[in-house]
């Protein structure tokens, strides 16, 4: 005899059987990987490996997770996921009543869309006395009119970005994925920027050559004064989005160039790359960083680096 907590669970899993059956009918066969994931081949960047894992088991408020690897396509519900894919209206229903959610009260998305603040004015061919003053500033920083058209480099006057330098970053399809605003007048918050996922983040993706040597560095204004092929990682550690584009790219050097607190992430970072391959470049500053030692300092050492090894690793690391 079954008990009640047993039917319940019989249940579950019945329902769980219908709703990957569904989702295959949509998504095609799907590859069970861990805690309610199932992966699939994603349907919006196509590519060969199945890099869109769908979360099964609905939670508490009825969502259903999903997210790509490699796009980065993501979001709660399949119920939108299926809407996106303009998948069959009898789909879309089949898997609304699995889980059960009226399509009349479908749940948002959330947004993880990052938009330049309205406030932002690009400092391209600007010639208001604010656009000089900001532009002033720059330059003090080392950074040229090259820099600024390059970069789409801005800056605010008023809101919540007020009296700040706006710098953009944008994605490899050139749609703005994160900015940092950098206050010009004294303040004791100097840097601002948006929320967001930081884990899906490339930052200044736009910029960058997949096929050539990359170089890794904390900031934005450490990314601009290296000039080549420079990705700033907006802290210290390498987002998962960057690190599968690191490995499943055709990049087969990759050069580490964090500030000296850094270090022991500079090492776990080489680490990972060389166990996948690749070839890693520590580049000492002597506790300076890229913007202030500037190009030409910084390419001196980038071209004296020496390639990294497993012992070499070790022993840095035991020296710590």
């Known amino acids: 005899m079954v008990s009640p907590n047993g039917y319940v669970i019989l249940f579950k899993l019945m329902e769980n059987i219908l709703l990957l059956n569904t989702v295959e009918s949509v998504l095609g066969k799907g590859h069970k990987t861990s805690k309610g994931n199932y992966s699939f081949h994603c349907p919006f960047c196509n590519h060969r490996k199945p890099k869109l894992e769908v979360n099964l088991v609905t939670n508490s408020k009825k969502e259903n997770p999903y997210n790509c690897w490699v796009c980065h396509t993501r979001g709660r519900s399949i119920l939108t996921l299926f809407k996106k894919i303009n998948a069959p209206k009898d789909k879309i229903s089949e898997v609304a009543s699995l ?73 490899a399809s050139y749609k703005i994925n994160y900015f940092i605003s950098r206050k010009i007048v004294d303040s004791n918050r100097k840097y ?101 030692l500037g190009f030409e300092k910084f390419t001196k050492l980038l071209h004296t680096a020496h390639e990294l090894t497993l012992v070499d690793l070790m022993l840095k690391k035991i020296n710590l």
């Open 192 to 292: 601002n920027s948006p929320s967001c996922d930081k884990n899906a983040l490339i930052g200044l993706e736009s910029n960058i050559n997949w096929k050539t040597p990359i170089i890794l560095c904390e900031g934005i204004f450490d990314a601009i004064a290296i000039k080549r092929n420079a990705i700033p990682l907006f802290g210290k550690t390498i987002s998962k989005a960057l690190m599968v584009k690191l490995v499943e790219s055709e990049v087969k050097t990759v050069y580490l160039a964090l500030d000296q607190d850094a270090i022991k992430d500079s090492l776990d970072h080489a680490m990972t790359l060389l166990n996948y391959g690749k070839s890693v470049y520590l580049v000492e500053m002597d506790g300076k960083d890229p913007s202030e």
């Open 99 to 171: 889980i059960k959610v009226n399509l009349q009260q479908e749940l948002p998305e959330e947004n993880s869309t990052v938009k330049l603040p309205k406030e932002f004015k690009s400092l391209v061919n600007d010639k208001t006395i604010e656009g000089r003053h900001a532009r002033a500033y720059l330059k003090k920083r080392g950074l040229t009119d090259e820099d600024i058209i390059k970069y789409n480099i801005g800056y605010s006057t008023s809101g919540k970005y007020s009296d700040s330098i706006i710098i953009p970053s944008y994605d």
